[in-house]
């Protein structure tokens, strides 16, 4: 059974960096899309980013140049590095996996939640003005 597990979350003013962390074990598949999301109160859960098995990324348009995805497979580690934080980005962050076919969909800019079955628990950023 696939398990993912957030990291990394806080508390920060506008202006500063954090990184979250997920950690993914339960899985054998070589092919796999994983992704950051996230969710704000009241509002839908949205993608953030992206990266599959071959280490090819995409971002949603709305953090295009202020976060960061990577992976560190030796770790099964997924991170998202946050720069620039504003107080909009302030919500609920979860890692997500699709796995078996390595498929990463991207539609107008955004990265759609449908695709993925596996989640994380979630970790809370709080970002302050």
């Known amino acids: 059974q696939v398990q993912l597990v957030e990291s990394g979350g806080g508390s920060v003013q506008a202006g500063g960096s954090l990184r979250l962390s997920c950690a993914a074990s339960?899985?054998?598949?070589?092919?796999?899309?994983m992704g950051w999301f996230r969710q704000a109160p009241g509002k839908e859960r949205e993608g953030v980013a992206t990266?599959?098995?071959?280490?090819?990324?995409m971002y949603a348009d709305s953090v295009k140049g202020q976060f960061t995805i990577s992976k560190d497979n030796a770790k099964n580690t997924l991170y998202l590095q946050m720069n620039s934080l504003k107080p909009e980005d302030t919500g609920t962050y979860y890692c997500?996996?699709?796995?078996?076919?390595?498929?990463?969909?991207?539609?107008?800019?955004?990265?759609?939640?449908?695709?993925?079955?596996?989640w994380g628990q979630g970790t809370q950023v709080t970002v302050s003005s």
């Open positions: 997500a996996a699709r796995l078996g076919d390595g498929v990463c969909f991207f539609f107008r800019g955004r990265i759609p939640v449908w695709p993925f079955g596996n």
């Open positions: 339960g899985y054998t598949y070589n092919k796999y899309c």
């Open positions: 990266i599959d098995s071959d280490g090819r990324i």
